[in-house]
Nanobody
């Protein structure tokens, strides 16, 4: 069964850090680009970051560039999103998604169930 499972979300104070994980089962991540997306209540889904499959190219949304870092550990079949200097506006449900090959704004084949990130004092 193909599955993506996010973990690592939670409540953190402004300026704090969290590391999200996206673990794949039922398929190998080696040949897939992995994107992180987020959706806050009442807002459209937003692309946060992506890492490509072959050369590991990384992409970041303007709002998170310089604060978030995406990485992959193919041996663990897992992608990580390190989030530093968190702001209240980062509060959202974060999803990971997989598509073959290169990063793209859309057309992802597999999606996780999401993990809640809340940034609040």
């Amino acid at each position: 069964q193909v599955q993506l499972v996010e973990s690592g979300g939670g409540l953190v104070q402004p300026g704090g850090s969290l590391r999200l994980s996206c673990a794949a089962s039922g398929f190998t991540l080696d040949y897939y680009a992995i994107g992180w997306f987020r959706q806050a209540p009442g807002k459209e889904r937003e692309g946060v970051s992506c890492i490509g499959s072959s050369d590991g190219s990384t992409y970041y949304g303007v709002s998170v560039k310089g604060r978030f870092t995406i990485s992959r550990d193919n041996a663990k079949n897992t992608v990580f999103l390190q989030m530093n200097s968190l702001k209240p506006e980062d509060t959202a449900v974060y999803y990971c998604a997989a598509r073959p090959g290169y990063c793209s704004p859309d057309e992802y084949d597999y999606w996780g169930q999401g993990t809640q990130v809340t940034v609040s004092s």
